[in-house]
């Protein structure tokens, strides 16, 4: 069976779970190619190792050739630059038309393809996989009705989380064609080495993209406050990946009086960032809803470090609380709740022994519900039977 995927630039970094998934299929022995809007390896990404080696074989741009005219559209107007992509998209008709069945990821991506079914110019089922920004910026500019052609031409809508479910349907979708399917990662990778907390330097960690609704900004302001109210307190906070927000963060934790105690890494390889994870003691990601309407799904990188044994701060922000139970298996605060932050982190450096049973019992959810294997079997039953009731 040949599965097709479409997706933006490609590989991107922020973006792993989608290559786990496809080597996934692979592993499966299904045949998977990509159809992307741009081809671009970011940094820290080896194309020559598997799965990516086979993948890239296996990649083209939605506009092949004609690729190299992307910034040249990108400055139309608005309705021109729309009529000139979707004339170019159908230079992907014949590739698209080669699968079996279609795997969009991101509700933008499947909606574009929908398009071209629409004008009966191709045949295989879509199924839609969202996963955050495409529910939330879309909600927030009422503008989720945009999906009407997917909810209507789409074989299957896959949101990541049961909050993303329930808007899908309220904007329009059949509540038949919607299912949660979970993004997972490979447990067998990530050793549970919950690290001693007790009389030593308590080390904080967050790894994310620098941008808004990582929330690293209230991270930094609660350290600030937990400085100021317990200054005997020893801790150490570092911040992996990078962004456009990375400037802004420094200044908040100059003013916050703590550049002593944070370290900015920038972006690093998956596997030095494994191994930061590993040294640490507290994963702190506390998610909010960004200015435009962006949201999170469920973060891998949450799932990741409950995996390794951390403890885990994060917020009640959309299907972040379907992972963490509060002071069950990590700890959830309101969205740009500061001071809640700090009592967190503060409990957490005062309670070792619950904080051991807490990782144990999170590295078991993790284990259960958000297992790489577990779920790249039902994605494939999920795709197989897709196709069969295509045809």
Known sequence: MRVGYVVGRFPALSETFVINQMAGLLQRNFEVGVVCNGIAPEAHIDTSVEPLSTLMAGTRDWWGPAAGLRSR??????????????????????????FDVIVAHFGHNGARVARLKKR???TPPIITVFHGYD??????????????????????????NDYFRRLLIEAGASDQKVSVHRMGIDVTQIPFTPQSRREVTLRLISVSRLIEKKGVEFALRAMSLV??????????????????????LQQI???????DRVAFTGSLPHATVKEEL????????????????????????????????LT??????????????????????????????????LWIATHPEQCEQFAQDARLKVEQEYNAETLNDRFATIVSDVAKAGK
Do not use: C
């Open 312 to 345: 885990v701060v994060s917020t009640h922000h959309s299907g972040i609380p379907e992972l963490i139970a509060d002071r069950k298996t990590g700890f959830l605060a309101p969205e740009k709740d500061v001071a809640a932050l700090a009592d967190s982190i």
């Open 253 to 259: 934790a100059a003013e916050g009086d703590i550049t």
């Open 227 to 248: 400085k100021k109210s317990k200054p005997e307190f020893d801790w150490q906070y570092t911040i992996v990946g990078d962004g456009p927000n990375r400037e802004q």
């Open 135 to 160: 529910v939330g910026v879309p909600l927030h500019e009422k503008r989720l009705g945009e999906y009407r052609d997917l909810f209507k031409f789409g074989s299957l809508n896959l949101p990541v």
């Open 73 to 98: 559209i990108a400055t139309l107007p608005s309705g021109l630059r729309d009529k000139a992509s979707t004339l170019l998209d159908r230079l992907s008709v014949r590739r698209l038309n080669s």
């Open 278 to 309: 590993r040294r640490s003691h507290v994963f702190v990601l506390p998610s909010v809803t960004a200015g435009n309407g962006d949201v999170e799904g469920i973060p891998v990188a949450l799932m990741e470090a409950m995996a390794a044994g």
């Open 120 to 122: 009966g110019l191709i």
